[in-house]
């Protein structure tokens, strides 16, 4: 970021149109990355001043307060003070006209800091009877403030114009607010400490004092905290007075002394109320929820199909067309199946990227997310998850990697992470082949006649067991390896409204850059390292040119492969849970994209890597299929413990890829390949030779 150009940060509660605000004072034109330390996304962008020039606008995440017990939650303080990021020079605080109560409380604390400020008074176009007079709250604040309504742009160059003038002016002194004194007796304790070890005075080393009182305590997820100032805050907590009560109950009570520039604001409430009644409803609003729900269900898993078809159609013209271009040999195999092949398992899941987030930021963007998930909340604490988990949890339905990216939508961390490791566990769209080529296999089609569908039951069967384990998961990883404090769910529910497209489409847009860029050098490079697996080392090929001799030559080849003499090697490991080394290869090949094991499986039997869940001579292939004693090698039980194994195993580079991407490091996605691959493992066991000593073979 270049020093010449001031930086301006806009920090505001959820919800008060900041986002919107902050798109109108730059063009859209933002910069995402991470806030150090943290998965929290930073976006900055440059804009225009009237006089100054360009300067670069921040977008600090939505806050309630700048009080924070999780990294995530300190993102706020940290961008206010310069915490490993660069200081503004200028603070926008962008306030809810129709909510002017709760959202003064933030803007008092950021007052108190002493940094320079403009407050932005929006959605004033929503409010109802007398609107708040501007300058009579910059008078109580002792702050420029400007009237503006980011969705008409009301207002927008008055607010520039004050941007300008406040830019290098020194702030006034905060509101004198009456503390009690047990207050006064704890900041008294702790500001000593504060200004020493950070290098203040005054009036911040007093806000930082109140920061640390209302954010430290036993449970609390911050990191990089001085011992001693942890120390002496417990210290000052451990008197019988509630601190935390009397702190921000003296900041209402200025707060209500204000009540002139209260009165009479109403925001426009009375359509949200109506359809709150139905939303909100203890069996309407599941009935709405449902249907919202199943049509994102649909458009994941069904909706998606023909744009997934046609960039499949795209990359395999591109292969054969290069195949036909270059001659053949190892240069023509590592492009059209290493690279070519490697890309398109990129962006063969843009389309379901790209739907789920225009999903996510109607909802969002509408009102309705925060009502889904006070709906859902009720049913997800019950097992460990937060209420916002249950739009990740159903995307992994279609696919973990857009669900896993969809747990952006979750401020703590803990939270993020306890999803992340469950929503791998949900049946993607991924294990409908492996699902569907066994069971049409190995299980009849119907018993009694036509009066138990076997076949459709079974499927049924593994979508429902695969939800059971995830939430079983959920209850025993919150309570063990990521045990948290339970807070209690606090959401406000905004305004019902219609989206604004420009804010949805550049969710769509930004998530799936960020997929594309990041998570998809990873896929590609193991895509690579894949095909490497399953070519070499390379056998001579067939003098026999016909179709049945390369067939058979390609599973020769693919035995004699590093990734055939793995699936032997592996063999003892997966003979408990009644696998063979075929198995054991399709399991390799899997690790790619699940549904490569039916392919996979096709060129082990000679088939052809064309071979899918509908091939009835790979099926054919599996019934045959004899032990050295004369015995079905592929029984229903065998099935079975397939199904259970593919339903549980980690196997998906691309899941584990953007896992890495979301948790910046190497440690949860091997703890997520390493608990559910031992998950899948003993499941696998105890179906398996659970169902030989019941007399299945």
Known sequence: MSEARPLIALVGNPNTGKTLLFNRLTGQNARVGNYPGVTVERRVATGKLPQAGAADFLDVPGTYSLSARSAEEQVAIRSLLGWGVPPPDLVVLVVDSTQLTRNLYLALQVRELGVPCVVALNMIDEVEGSPPDAASIGEALGLPCVAVSARTRHGLDELKLAIQRALGARPGPPPVLAWPPAVLSAIAQVQPLVSSLWQVEGPRAQALALWALTSLDEEDELDAIPPELRQAVLQARSGPEDLDQLIVGARY???????????????????????????????????????????????????????????????????????????????????????????????VFLPQILMLFLFIGVLEDSGYMARAAYLMDRIMKAVGLHGRAFVPMMSGFACAVPAIMATRTMERQRDRLLTMMVVPLMS??????????????????????????????????????????????????????????????????????????????????????????????????????????????????????????????????????????????????????????????????????????????????????????????????????????????????????????????????????????????????????????????????????????????
Not at 265 to 289: I, M, N, Y
Not at 431 to 454: E, H, K, M, N, Q
Not at 519 to 548: H, K, N, Y
């Open 253 to 347: 009570a200025w707060i209500d002394a204000q009540g002139a520039l209260l009165s009479g604001v109403q925001g426009s409430r009375t359509l949200t109320d109506r359809v709150d009644a139905v939303l909100l409803h203890p069996v309407w609003g599941f009935a709405v929820f449902l249907v919202l729900m199943a049509s994102l269900f649909q458009a994941l898993f069904s909706w998606s199909d023909p744009f997934i078809g046609l960039i499949e159609t795209l990359f395999e013209n591109v292969s054969v067309g290069l195949a036909g271009l270059l001659p053949e040999g190892l240069v023509s195999d590592l492009l059209v199946e290493g690279v070519i092949g490697g890309v398109g398992n990129v962006v």
């Open 428 to 697: 993607c769209s991924a294990r409908l082949p492996v699902y569907t080529l066994v069971i049409a296999a190995l299980f009849p089609p119907s018993l009694f006649g036509d009066g138990l569908p076997v076949q459709g039951l079974m499927l049924t069967g593994m979508y429902l067991f695969s939800t059971v384990i995830a939430l079983v998961a959920a209850a025993v990883l919150g309570r063990t390896a990521l045990r948290g404090r339970k807070i209690p769910f606090v959401m406000e529910l905004p305004p019902i409204r219609l989206p604004s497209m420009q804010s949805v489409l550049r969710l769509m847009w930004s998530r799936s850059r960020l997929f594309l860029v990041e998570a998809g050098t990873v896929i590609l490079a193991c895509t690579m390292a894949l095909w490497v697996l399953l070519s070499f080392p390379r056998l001579p090929p067939p003098i026999d040119q016909s179709e049945a001799a390369a067939v058979a030559w390609q599973a020769e080849a693919l035995e004699y492969s590093v990734a055939g003499r793995m699936g032997k090697a592996i063999e003892p490991a997966i003979a408990p849970l009644g696998f063979d080394w075929k198995i054991g290869v399709g399991l390799i090949g899997a690790f790619g994209a699940r549904e490569v094991f039916v392919s996979t499986m096709g060129l082990v039997y000679g088939i052809g890597e064309d071979a899918d869940e509908e091939s009835l001579p790979l099926r054919e292939k599996m019934r045959a299929e004899r032990r050295p004693d004369g015995s079905p090698r592929y029984t229903p039980l065998v099935g079975l413990s397939l199904m259970v194994f593919i339903a549980l195993a980690a196997q998906c580079m691309s899941t584990l890829a953007v896992l890495k991407r979301e948790t910046g490091g190497y440690r949860w996605p091997a703890f997520l390949f390493v608990y559910m691959t031992t998950l899948a493992w003993v499941a696998s066991l105890l179906v398996y030779q659970g169902g030989r000593l019941l007399g299945f073979q």
